[in-house]
């Protein structure tokens, strides 16, 4: 079965860090570009990060630009997401995706084969 699996939430306080990890099971991760997305009740799901196949492309929103940072180990057939210094704003349900090509935009659209997703939540 062809899916990715993301781990890493929880509870932290504001100014906190976490790290997501995107693991692919059932297909090789290195010819994909992988999305990371985050998504509140009410909300459209937003891209948060993308980095393509080799990981010398990357681009982030605005949002959490200087922040988080998305890099990948192909070894491990996994991509992480490193989250620092959260803000409340950053709680929400984090996903990850594929797409077969890199571009400047992160649109949620353009991407498949979702996780199940993990909770992030920023409170003190």
């Known amino acids: 079965q062809l899916q990715l699996v993301e781990s890493g939430g929880g509870l932290v306080q504001p100014g906190g860090s976490l790290r997501l990890s995107c693991a692919a099971s059932g297909f090789t991760l290195d010819y994909y570009t992988i999305g990371w997305f985050r998504q509140v009740p009410g909300k459209e799901r937003e891209g948060v990060s993308c980095?393509?196949?080799?990981?010398?492309?990357?681009n982030y929103a605005g949002s959490v630009k200087g922040r988080f940072t998305i890099f990948r180990d192909n070894a491990k057939n996994t991509v992480y997401l490193q989250m620092n210094s959260l803000k409340p704003e950053d709680t929400a349900v984090y996903y990850c995706?594929?797409?077969?090509?890199?571009?400047?935009?992160?649109?949620?659209?353009?991407?498949?084969?979702w996780g199940q997703g993990t909770q992030v939540t920023v409170s003190s």
């Open positions: 980095i393509s196949s080799s990981g010398g492309s990357t």
């Open positions: 995706a594929r797409r077969n090509y890199f571009s400047g935009s992160c649109a949620p659209a353009t991407f498949g084969s």
